[in-house]
């Protein structure tokens, strides 16, 4: 194992990438929040990134075998934390999530992400064989679906949802056969009748007006209509900042947060948001190739994780905001304002970086 | 894409044996498949982009226009309505309004708006459709503080945002019911109204004068509303008010009315039934005009409840019909005067001209009685119409003939409109042969005639024809046009050339009536010459139906017609007192109105002595308190006490 890594060694190209989102994001929080109750939210936001980073250069100078070795305890303190959110967390808007650290009120929920990464990379790493067996892929759905559960119950479907993927790639890259795999589609186009029956109404109603939006257009496909009509108001070139309409009257919800791509669209049209989604491409593309010339397996499944992760959260939000996925609550990674998402996703940046720093030995 | 494709080679190179499943070489497939997904979902998403942003940006430009942009009428408030002398009648009130923008109302919101206005769905479904070429409808006037909250709570766009308030202007009319039928009421307009020609520029949902001045002057009294463009934020808070197109007030109305005599002439009528005018009978304009049972306007200003319309419209009294100019009655012995002119001027009788009378007497075989049953005895002109003889009468009606008596009542202005500007006045009925022919294609009867001498039979008349009729005479034989508005030029409809001698006899017989003992004595008043005529009218045939079913006697009208002083008058009064059985009764009411009149014109210009108890006009009860700004000069400080 190489004790001297050489800051060159860094993914700078990743790390460009990411801080040129984040500008995108902190430059439209400030934008969208100006004169707002949240006029604040973007130098918080400075402050989230910059500890960030900070947190990033530190995971990635542990080496990741070592935070693999004792992914056992760290899963079992991450059950923990949930249990602790449950019982001792602050109830907002009908759902607890949030739980106070030393002054900060973090999502326990998204720093499950890292652990559940590293754990379906533990997981896989030790299995033999070629190909998954049913036992082993039953172990580590149940694995996952304990957090998922746990967090589903917050209520927190879109966060939940969010594991999923990552036990998806990692299942896939594993190698499932594809018997398997049918059977395994099979049962979930059975059970997704059932699965609807145990949502939340407010949750069906997304669902609902997803599929239909302007059904009611007052109520829960208010949302999605609104935003639609933000990001077509930015057309090809865009309103300019602070000049948006949608935004700035009101319309959107909270749009600094889960819905500031689609003020991000309204004021920098179609080339503003062209030019953001190339940039997050390149992100993800940018993990992906770390993937593929990572060392050893348990590297590619910790880079492939998050790679899906980036993937399913930017597929989710966006595809929200234009009113193509249904309305989940999940943040944009490194646009949306908030601290615990934006920790965890430079966590997962400093894992990919602590891969990437180790791809020469052995 | 390269690097994918020659990730593909190289997996492809290696024998499948070689690798082992430690070998992260091993996924480059799946990694490729991966890469292949995450081009898909850009893709996807950018398309999506490209579909909103590029491909119709307009219909999204719009909507979000839409969404910020309210455009609301700023409405112009009505002219007020002033008396002769400036002091203000009706006022409008600052209030509010909520209305709906149509483009966003949902069906299913209506039921749970009217709910919290307590407004009746069925109506408000109603006029929602009725209106469906206007973009914004008032639902309801006069919002009420909890009503505004409600709103306000609820007018965000999750909510109703079709609901938008906005201020407007309540009419504020005197209280109860105080020239309520000359003022009229607005109210808003109705189909039939939208189809005829005065209202060809008016919309559906206008408010507009329904009756009275209101309706007459409409067109002077309505403001032009303006609009305004309003930016709203989610909430549909106001954040910015952009192009406001200025309102245009309604001109005020200066109308003749003296405020002072109405108080008095509406405070004498309390509690009767009947009506009273006073005129300037040198240019016709109208002083006062009152007519009881009235209405509280009030209560019509806007959109009026269904239940309080039909109260007031199916009340067996009619208080909405303003019976100074549209009741039609037999005016009874106060068509005398007009007799009597017709007899001198046409020389069947002059002041030496007697007639006999034993309490009654005989024409064509039937009996005709006096008022008094032990007879007048031998009597001249100046007595007959100072005692009102009956008999006398027949006698010159019977000289005359029914079109000699036509003639001269059509002079005076009987059975045509006087022409006075307010909506729906009637003609009343001058009989004559040609009538009755017109009519009930029949030959008028001599018989007839005897009834007309004393203002019965098919003769009727208005309030203010009959006021108009003897204050021409008066004047000298001109009738001047009523008006309401100031004008510097009086219409003379009608000029008799009578002889001035013929003239005098008759005006000397009304001074009798007043001051010589006769029927009207109770108007005399020391130092003012005041003439007048007494009228004790049967009900008329017509009548005969009404009054049974009203429950009450079948009593005769009251009537008195007076005006002072007697050279040269200023003021001619009517009072119609209903159903009151005889004449005298309606006297006080005349005396009253002369007598404001008389003394307001000594005190004018005169300030009011320093202690001296100002009797406090009972003019307040009609008027909302505080004093209303047009008695304060009245008020003294202490005067109260």
């Not at chain 2, 029927?519 to 009218?537: N, S, W």
Request: hydrophobic residues 45%; proline residues 5%; glycine residues 8%.
């Amino acid at each position: 194992m190489a004790v001297y890594r050489p800051v060159r060694d860094l993914d700078w190209p990743l790390l460009i990438v990411t801080l040129a989102l984040c500008t995108l994001g902190i430059l439209q929080i400030y934008s969208a929040t100006v004169g707002t109750k949240w006029q604040d939210a973007w130098w918080k936001q400075i402050l989230w990134v910059a500890t960030g980073l900070g947190m990033m250069w530190v995971a990635s100078m542990l080496d990741y075998h070592a935070l693999l070795g004792r992914v056992f305890y760290f899963y079992i303190g991450c059950l923990g934390l949930l249990i602790a959110t449950a019982v001792i967390g602050n109830r907002v808007f009908g759902s607890t999530r949030w739980i106070k650290v030393a002054g900060f009120t973090l999502q326990t929920s998204e720093f499950v992400k890292i652990v559940l990464i590293l754990l379906v990379a533990k997981f896989l790493t030790d299995i033999k064989s070629e190909t998954l067996d049913w036992r082993d892929l039953l172990k580590l759905t149940a694995y996952v679906g304990l957090p998922t559960l746990l967090v589903m119950k917050q209520p927190d479907l879109g966060t939940s949802l969010t594991y999923i993927p990552i036990l998806v790639c990692g299942v896939l890259m594993a190698g499932l056969r594809w018997k398997y795999l049918l059977i395994i589609s099979g049962i979930l186009l059975f059970t997704l009748p059932i699965g609807h029956h145990f949502l939340k109404p407010y949750q069906k109603d997304r669902l609902v007006s997803f599929i239909n939006p302007d059904r009611d257009p007052k109520g829960t496909g208010f949302q999605v209509i609104q935003s639609r009509i933000a990001v077509g108001n930015g057309g090809m070139w865009g309103r300019g900042a602070k000049e948006s309409s949608q935004t700035h009257l009101g319309f959107l919800p909270v749009p600094q947060t889960d819905f500031i791509f689609s003020s991000f669209a309204e004021e920098h049209g179609f080339v503003g948001i062209v030019i953001a989604l190339v940039l997050y491409f390149l992100l993800i593309m940018q993990v992906v190739q770390n993937a593929q010339t990572a060392t050893d397996r348990a590297g590619l499944y910790v880079c492939m994780g998050v790679a899906a992760l980036l993937l399913f959260h930017v597929l989710v939000n966006v595809g929200m905001v234009i009113g193509r996925m249904p309305v989940t609550g999940i943040p944009l990674p490194l646009m949306s304002s908030g601290g615990s998402n934006t920790w965890s996703v430079f966590l997962m940046l400093g894992l990919v970086n602590s891969v990437r720093l180790r791809r020469f030995v052995n | 894409m390269a690097l994918i494709q020659s990730e593909h080679r190289r997996s492809e190179e290696i024998p499948a044996d070689r690798l082992s499943r430690e070998d992260p070489k091993r996924a480059a497939g799946k990694i490729a498949i991966f890469q292949y997904l995450t081009v898909a979902v850009f893709v996807f998403l950018i398309s999506g982009f490209w579909k909103l942003q590029v491909q119709n940006p307009d219909v999204y430009s719009e909507a979000a226009e839409h969404n910020r942009i309210k455009s609301t009428p700023v409405l112009a408030p009505r002219g007020k309505i002033l008396d002769r002398d400036g002091r203000v009648i009706v006022d409008n009130k600052a209030s509010y309004s909520l209305l709906l923008n149509r483009e966003q109302i949902k069906p299913e919101h209506l039921p749970a708006i009217a709910d919290a206005l307590q407004l009746d769905y069925g109506d408000l479904a109603g006029k929602i459709r009725r209106m469906g070429n206007r973009p914004q409808i008032i639902i309801k006037d006069q919002l009420t503080r909890d009503e505004i909250a409600w709103v306000e709570s609820h007018q965000d766009a999750s909510a109703y945002p079709e609901m938008q308030i906005i201020r407007a202007w309540r009419r504020q009319y005197p209280q109860d019911g105080f020239a309520a039928h000359v003022i009229g009421y607005v109210g808003e307009i109705n189909e039939s109204e939208l189809d005829s020609p005065q209202f060809i520029d008016y919309h559906q949902g206008d408010i507009i004068g329904k009756d009275g001045l209101e309706r007459q002057y409409d067109q002077t009294l309505r403001g032009v509303d303006g609009q305004q463009r309003v930016l709203v934020d989610n909430m549909g808070h106001e954040r910015q008010v952009e192009n406001a197109q200025e309102a245009v007030p309604g001109k005020d109305l200066r109308t003749t009315l003296d405020l002072d005599l109405q108080a008095v002439a509406e405070l004498s009528m309390e509690e009767k039934r009947g009506s009273v005018v006073a005129l300037d009978p040198r240019n016709g304009a109208v002083l006062a005009m009152v007519s009881r049972p009235t209405f509280d306007p009030n209560k019509f200003t806007g959109r009026i409840s269904r239940t309080d319309w039909n109260e007031i419209a199916n009340d067996p009294h009619k208080p909405l019909m303003n019976r100074a100019i549209q009741a039609q009655l037999a005016p009874g012995s106060t068509f005398k005067p007009i007799m009597a002119i017709a007899g001198l001027e046409t020389s069947v009788i002059d002041d030496e001209t007697h007639f006999h009378c034993p309490g009654g007497a005989s024409f064509y075989g039937h009996y005709f009685a006096c008022h008094l049953k032990h007879g007048h005895g031998d009597i001249e002109l100046h007595r007959a119409i100072a005692q009102s003889c009956d008999v006398f009468f027949y006698n010159v009606g019977n000289r005359l003939g029914i079109d000699r008596i036509a003639q001269y009542g059509e002079l005076a202005g009987i059975g045509h409109k006087t022409g006075i500007d307010l909506p729906n006045e009637t003609q009343g009925t001058m009989p004559s042969s040609k009538w009755k022919l017109r009519m009930f294609r029949q030959k008028w009867y001599a018989g007839e005639t005897i009834s007309v001498s004393i203002g019965q039979g098919a003769v009727t008349v208005s309030p203010l024809q009959i006021a108009a009729a003897l204050g021409g005479l008066g004047a000298g034989g001109r009738w001047y046009k009523p008006h309401l508005i100031e004008s510097d030029h009086p219409v003379l409809l009608r000029k008799g050339n009578f002889n001035p001698e013929n003239l005098q006899k008759v005006i000397a017989g009304m001074y009798g009536v007043v001051n010589e003992g006769g029927t009207g004595r109770a108007a005399y008043m020391p130092g003012i010459k005041v003439c007048g005529k007494t009228g004790t009218a049967q009900l008329a045939s017509s009548d005969v139906t009404k009054g049974a079913k009203l429950g009450s006697a079948l009593a005769n009208n009251a009537w008195f017609v007076g005006f002072a002083p007697m050279d040269n008058p200023e003021i001619v009064v009517v009072a119609l007192f209903e159903n009151a059985e005889e004449s005298y009764n309606a006297v006080p009411i005349v005396r009253d109105v002369l007598k404001a009149y008389f003394d307001k014109k000594a005190r004018e210009g005169k300030p009011l002595p320093e202690n001296q108890t100002v009797r406090l006009n009972p003019v307040f009860k009609f008027f909302s308190d505080p004093a209303p700004a047009m008695l304060r000069p009245y008020v003294q400080p202490g005067a109260s006490r």
